[in-house]
């Protein structure tokens, strides 16, 4: 059973902005701590941002700035604003909660001219 879904990746140009969104069942949302991590073509996975159920946010140092993250409650699902974007952010994002018990299957972000 799916229980996360990412949507909203695509192509954009440099300094252009996206913003991905997740959806996730209740019972996970009201429970988890929801972010994002991103995996470049022979990269690490990266730790992007995270918020919590109190809303604390975290972000990484390459994003901050730029990314904004945000939980809608009543919809269940957390956003990523993604502003300023640059070529390095190409990767495929993933949903996440925190700590990693649920995943999803990833959105292809790819910033290019």
């Known amino acids: 059973q799916v229980q996360l879904v990412e949507s909203g990746g695509g192509l954009v140009q440099p300094g252009g902005s996206l913003r991905l969104s997740c959806a996730a069942s209740e019972r996970i949302f009201s429970i988890y701590a929801m972010g994002w991590y991103r995996q470049a073509p022979g990269k690490e996975r990266e730790f992007v941002a995270r918020i919590s159920t109190e809303l604390i946010t975290t972000y990484a140092d390459s994003v901050k700035g730029r990314f904004t993250i945000s939980r809608d409650n009543a919809k269940n699902t957390v956003n990523l604003q993604m502003n300023s974007l640059k070529p390095e952010d190409t990767a495929r994002y993933y949903c996440?909660?925190?700590?990693?018990?649920?995943g999803g299957q990833g959105t292809q972000v790819t910033v290019s001219s």
């Open positions: 996440s909660t925190f700590p990693t018990r649920y």
